[in-house]
């Protein structure tokens, strides 16, 4: 089976940095991604990372460990309009086809 | 505007009405999904059609009847629901290949009540 790991909840302030961390199990790994979701909205695609290391797009990066089944989602420079909730995926392809499978989000919460 | 579009945006049913939620890509994928979402719980994926093809039916009470007449829409038939699948259903479209660039698209979802 899949599970998903992620904090509930964290709290930052303005301009510092924050790090959101995902563990995961999973039998057929076939990459991971991070998704921002505000309240009452659709998630939107933040990042996709399927090989170890580091992938930087602006503010955000992500880094993945597929030896330990982990992942980290980096805000810098954080804004007030960064505060939602952070929902880390795995995409599984045990079954043939790919799923998306979705951890339970960690809300965040800037504060000036 | 995300290239997934969802109708109708709220729903209020009773439990012995029958209704359809629709989606509609705008993007040329080739696979579409439901999911539900309910507070303080997981995005529950629910069914995965793969070029049309229903792939994945995750233990979904059959109250809930998905149907894809096409790679472009997607709907999913509500009847006898309880109050307990009152929750947000989203839908979502990907090209189901393994690369960059093959992430999920969301539809805006459909809040549905059930009375």
């Known amino acids: 089976g899949q599970n998903i790991d992620q904090p509930t909840e964290m709290t930052a302030t303005e301009g510092a940095i924050v790090q959101i961390n995902c563990t995961y199990q999973?039998?057929?790994?076939?990459?991971l991604f991070w998704y921002q979701q505000h309240a009452g909205e659709a998630p939107t695609f933040l990042s996709y990372?399927?090989?170890?290391g580091l992938e930087e797009k602006g503010r955000f990066s992500s880094f993945l460990s597929r030896s330990k089944g982990y992942s980290y989602l980096l805000l810098k420079e954080l804004q007030m309009k960064d505060s939602a909730s952070y929902l880390c995926?795995?995409?599984?392809?045990?079954?043939?086809?790919?799923?998306?499978?979705f951890g339970a989000g960690t809300r965040l919460a800037v504060h000036p | 505007e995300t290239g997934v579009t969802q109708t109708p945006r709220h729903l209020v049913m009773g439990m012995t009405n029958k209704k359809s939620l629709k989606c509609e890509q705008h993007?040329?994928?080739?696979?579409m999904y439901w999911y539900k979402q309910s507070a303080k719980k997981p995005l529950e994926l629910m069914f995965v059609?793969?070029?049309?093809?229903?792939?994945e039916n995750n233990s979904v009470p059959s109250r809930f009847s998905p149907e894809c007449p096409n790679s472009s829409h997607l709907f999913l038939h509500l009847h006898t629901l309880q109050p307990e699948d009152s929750a947000l259903y989203l839908c979502?479209?990907?090209?189901?290949?393994?690369?960059?660039?093959?992430?999920?698209?969301f539809g805006q979802g459909t809040r549905l009540t059930v009375v």
């Open positions: 979502a479209s990907s090209q189901d290949e393994d690369r960059a660039g093959t992430e999920a698209f």
């Open positions: 999973t039998s057929g790994f076939n990459g």
């Open positions: 990372n399927v090989l170890d």
């Open positions: 995926a795995v995409r599984d392809l045990s079954g043939g086809y790919n799923k998306l499978i």
């Open positions: 993007l040329g994928h080739n696979a």
């Open positions: 059609y793969s070029l049309e093809e229903r792939v």
